[in-house]
Nanobody, 127 residues
Framework: QLQLVESGGGLVQAGGSLRLSCAASGWIFSRCSMGWFRQAPGKDREFLAAISRNTISTDYADSVKGRFVISRDNAKKMVYLQMSSLQREDTALYYC????????????????????WGQGTQVTVSS
């Protein structure tokens, strides 16, 4: 059974940076394409970034491309999201997720393909 726990959220001023972490437990992590998503109040869940299980492939939403960087450490079972140049519109609950069915070089971008989700960590950007 895979469990995901996000951390690193908080309050940051506009223009600032944060690094989110996602800790995984369970052997299946090695089979996961991992993704980061967010959901703001009243809005749909939004894809942000994904990384393949072999770390070779990454993909980003246009809204965060050039500002956010996804990475993973398979030995530590960790996934990270480095966020910079944060703006008020980045305020949301941020989630990590696992797609254990993805092929080895695929960074999954479709939320419906993710089977396991964390509980989320709140990011609030103040102006």
């Amino acid at each position: 059974q895979l469990q995901l726990v996000e951390s690193g959220g908080g309050l940051v001023q506009a223009g600032g940076s944060l690094r989110l972490s996602c800790a995984a437990s369970g052997w299946i992590f090695s089979r996961c394409s991992m993704g980061w998503f967010r959901q703001a109040p009243g809005k749909d869940r939004e894809f942000l970034a994904a990384i393949s299980r072999n770390t070779i492939s990454t993909d980003y939403a246009d809204s965060v491309k050039g500002r956010f960087v996804i990475s993973r450490d398979n030995a530590k079972k960790m996934v990270y999201l480095q966020m910079s140049s944060l703006q008020r519109e980045d305020t949301a609950l941020y989630y990590c997720a696992c797609d254990a069915q993805a092929l080895v070089g695929i960074a999954t971008t479709t939320p419906e393909n993710y089977e396991t989700w964390g509980q989320g960590t709140q990011v609030t950007v103040s102006s």
